[in-house]
């Protein structure tokens, strides 16, 4: 019976060890999956997360060499031919060419003395009436002043009296040449015609002659017959130009002989400056030259026209006269100017470009270079000394590259828009 017992104690504990260890296998395994899952999970949020490193680092990539590339180059800038011919761009194929010497000196604006025209009074009379005032821009031809002249109508009645002499004296001869073709009259009495006829003529023509001199034209006088008004004389414009002095009042007693008005066309100027005698070898008339304002950076296209055969004695220099072109007005007489003479050819061969075509940015000189049809680039370059508007191209660019010798402040400007960062040295 003891035995008995002993043997039931004894299975009931090894099944009670079995499902103890059943129930740990369970949990433990149980255990094992959660483990499992949850790393799956930490997993796939380390890849997660690791692409998303990866993306920031290459979205950084890509921000990095974006920044980089606006510090080092900005992008073509792409216009359409309507918007090159808008801004009026240019281009020029660079190339190498001979530098110029040049001989910079100081120097003063004065009237073109050829484009000077004095309107005079070439017979007495008084002022009746005046048709323009003191800086009025003329026309040739234009009507100026009236004079009112006593002596002007003896001059035009006596050319009436000799135009009616002249008229009968001709229709006489007509008439009579008839007459002596059917020997009515004698031939004496015909000679005798055709004398009195060519004095008339003669007489004729001394008062035409008069009457110009006065200062009338050829289809006043004519109109002469029809007129109702005598002794009165319209002073015109000898040439276009602008009205630079009045010196008379109206009703004013006005001598033969004497200056009523001065027009001046000041389409060019004379530009005076003083050389040394070591600046003055190579300089000759013709030699290009340009003249620069003071006060601003525009550029006057000029030539020398006079080169001074003899040495001021105090200064011993030797004065040079250029012509210079004066299209909008903006030179005028007294002003004092810069002026910049060829004068012979140096050896060194450069890259030449008109100033217009090299821009600022920042503490950068750039040009553009048009790489293909419409699309311009931004090229930084080294510069020589600017003479003669052209400046020498020391480094940037090379030859035979094209570049915009107009319009390149328009792009300059399009690319500041544009916001590409300026990076200074």
Known sequence: ?????????????????????????????????????????????????????????????????????????AAPIKLSPAQIKQAGIQTLRAKLQTEKRVVTAPGSVSLNGYLVAEVTALVDGVVEKRFVRLGDNVKRGQRLLTLNSSALAQAQAKYLRAEGVYRTAKLD???????????????????????????????????????????????????LMTSKQYGKLVLRAPSSGTVTSDDFRLGQHIAAGSRLMQ???????????????????????GEHAVVTTKNSKTTYPAKVINVYHQLDTTTRTVGVRLEVKNPKDTLHPGMFVTAEIESGRGDA????????????????LIV????ETGHFERREVEVGKTRMGLVPIL?????????VI?????????LAKSGFAVHNH
């Open 349 to 364: 061969q450069v890259l030449l470009l008109p100033e217009e075509a090299v821009q600022r940015q920042g503490s950068e």
């Open 173 to 223: 001869v007509q008439r009579l040449q008839g007459l002596v073709e059917e020997k009515i009259i004698s031939q004496a009495r015909f000679q005798q015609a055709q004398s009195t006829f060519q004095g008339a003529k003669a007489n004729l023509a001394a008062a035409q002659a008069s009457l110009s001199s006065y200062g009338m034209r050829n289809r006043d006088i004519d109109n």
């Open 1 to 73: 019976m003891k035995k008995t017992i002993i043997t039931i104690l004894t299975l009931m504990l090894l099944a009670n060890t079995s499902a103890f260890a059943a129930e740990d296998n369970h949990q433990h395994e149980q255990g094992h999956d959660d483990m499992a899952i949850h790393g799956m999970d930490m997993d796939m949020n380390m890849a997660d997360t690791d692409e998303h490193d990866d993306h920031d680092k290459h979205e950084g990539h890509n921000n990095v060499g974006g920044d980089a590339h606006g510090e080092e180059e």
């Open 263 to 285: 027009v001046v066309d000041e389409s060019s100027v004379w530009v005076k400056v003083k050389l040394s005698q070591s600046q003055i070898a190579g300089i000759h008339a």
């Open 395 to 403: 480094k940037g660019i090379q030859e035979g590259e094209s570049v």
């Open 368 to 371: 553009f270079i048009e790489e």
């Open 406 to 414: 107009k319009g390149a402040f328009v792009l300059a400007s399009e």
